[in-house]
């Protein structure tokens, strides 16, 4: 079966860390830039990053450039986001999908309509 799937989600205060996976299955990863996005509750989907297949680039969303930090592992077939000094307003349901659009990442924001193999999310809630 073809899908990505996210976890790792929970509960934590703000100023706390979090390390999401996006584990992939069914496909080549290795040819596929990564996106994560969220979406709170009553808003639309947003673009969090991307991280592009081969060529090392990785881009974030200002909302979220220098707390948060994208990795993957090809050989694993997973991606990570190492979220850290939570606040209040990153909380949401995280998703990573496959750039259908382009193998390698292009800097955002990025139109999650590019993107595809949509997994279930994983919620964060950040709150005290």
């Known amino acids: 079966e073809v899908q990505l799937q996210a976890y790792g989600g929970g509960l934590v205060q703000p100023g706390g860390s979090l390390r999401l996976s996006c584990a992939a299955s069914?496909?080549?990863?290795?040819?596929?830039?990564i996106g994560w996005f969220r979406q709170a509750p009553g808003k639309e989907r947003e673009w969090v990053s991307c991280?592009?297949?081969?060529?090392?680039?990785?881009y974030y969303a200002d909302s979220v450039k220098g707390r948060f930090t994208g990795t993957r592992e090809n050989g694993k077939n997973t991606v990570y986001l190492q979220m850290n000094s939570l606040k209040p307003e990153d909380t949401a349901v995280y998703y990573c999908?496959?750039?259908?659009?382009?193998?390698?990442?292009?800097?955002?924001?990025?139109?999650?309509?590019?993107?595809?193999?949509w997994g279930q999310g994983t919620l964060v809630t950040v709150s005290s």
């Open positions: 069914g496909f080549t990863f290795d040819d596929y830039a």
């Open positions: 991280l592009s297949s081969s060529d090392g680039n990785i």
């Open positions: 999908a496959a750039y259908i659009a382009y193998s390698e990442c292009l800097d955002g924001p990025l139109d999650a309509g590019h993107f595809g193999l």
